[in-house]
């Protein structure tokens, strides 16, 4: 019996380990690849905007089934363009910047150049100062404007006319004049504004006041060795020139025209005044005798007279 009893525990312990070595156990689930991106593409490679203005910019990563498709956004000139997390571009001011996203996973990158433009302010109104302006011919002079707003887009444009050569930024000069003078309005623009200046320009007229007269540009005078003639810049052309016809010196100052002379051995010139200063003109003495010309400038437009020298 004590055999038999053995003899079965044996067995019962040997059909136990068959079973234990036959179970399987079960296998952990698989992670799933990683895929990584390869690159990111925005839809635009340029912009353009105004001030003020937004735009947002979509970026896509590939492949569409990569693993990671997070990105960033930067732009490298805030001042004139911010963008956010999701693409949105802000105009801030005029000016070119560079917006870039880039893929968390793998640094790819991509970029949009971003032009802002100014935003359009239009003028509603305009001044010119001063309001009426008197040249002589060739002489330079300027005259303002003031736009409103004043943070206004809208470009001051200043004409040319017949009479005058527009230097830009309200500098004109006043062409050569034949025969007479000539008076009329300036008109300035900006954008719809408009504004009128009057303007006078006057020929190089001398007027001789000894003879209350104008001396004809070529004109001939003859002087004795020794005296001195003089000779102011007139508005008015013809006989009867008294001084209230004279050019006042704050139309034309001293340093607005010079003088010389052919023969400053027969005759020399200078400047002079008169009426206590208030008018300017050219001074002539005669030296010896024979001839010379005498030639008065201002700007790029001379005039001339021959003065003959005589003996006593």
């Known amino acids: 019996m004590k055999k038999t009893a053995l003899a079965f525990m044996a067995l019962a312990m040997a059909v136990l380990s068959i079973t234990s070595c036959g179970k399987t156990e079960p296998k952990e689930p698989e992670k799933p690849a990683t895929i990584k991106v390869t690159g990111v593409t925005l839809d635009r490679q340029t912009l ?24 960033t956004w930067s732009s490298n000139t805030t001042a004139v363009a ?19 996203v880039t893929t968390k996973d793998g640094g790819k990158t991509a970029t949009c150049k971003v032009t802002v433009k100014e935003k359009s302010i239009p003028a509603t109104g305009l001044k010119v100062e001063p309001s009426s302006i008197t040249f002589v011919e060739g002489q330079t002079k300027s005259l303002k404007a003031t736009v409103t707003p004043s ?17 830009g930024g309200g500098s004109y000069t006043a062409k050569k004049l034949d025969p007479n003078y000539v008076g009329f309005n300036l008109e300035v623009t900006a954008g719809s504004a408009s504004a009128k200046a009057s303007v006078m320009v006057y020929p190089m007229w001398f007027s001789d006041p000894t003879t209350n007269r104008i001396i004809a540009d070529g004109a001939t005078k003859e002087i004795t060795k020794g005296d001195m003639s003089t000779f102011y810049f007139s508005k008015k052309k013809g006989l009867d020139v008294t001084m209230n016809d004279y050019i ?28 206590g200063g208030e008018y300017n003109g ?17 700007g790029s437009v001379s005039r001339t007279m021959t003065i003959r020298v005589n003996q006593k």
């Open 151 to 167: 943070n206004s887009t809208d470009e001051v444009i200043w004409p040319s006319s017949t009479y005058l050569t527009s230097n």
């Open 82 to 100: 911010t963008v956010d997390g999701n693409g949105k571009v802000i105009a801030v001011k005029a000016g070119d910047a560079t917006v870039t």
């Open 48 to 71: 353009e905007i105004t001030e003020g203005e937004t735009f947002a910019l979509t970026a896509t990563a590939a492949p569409s089934n990569a693993t990671d498709k997070s990105l």
């Open 282 to 298: 050219i001074k002539i003495i005669g030296i010896e005798a024979g001839t010379a010309t005498i030639t008065v400038t201002i």
């Open 248 to 275: 006042e010196k704050e139309i034309l100052p001293a340093e607005d025209f010079s003088v010389s002379s052919s023969n400053s051995g027969v005759a020399t010139v200078d400047k002079t005044t008169i009426g």
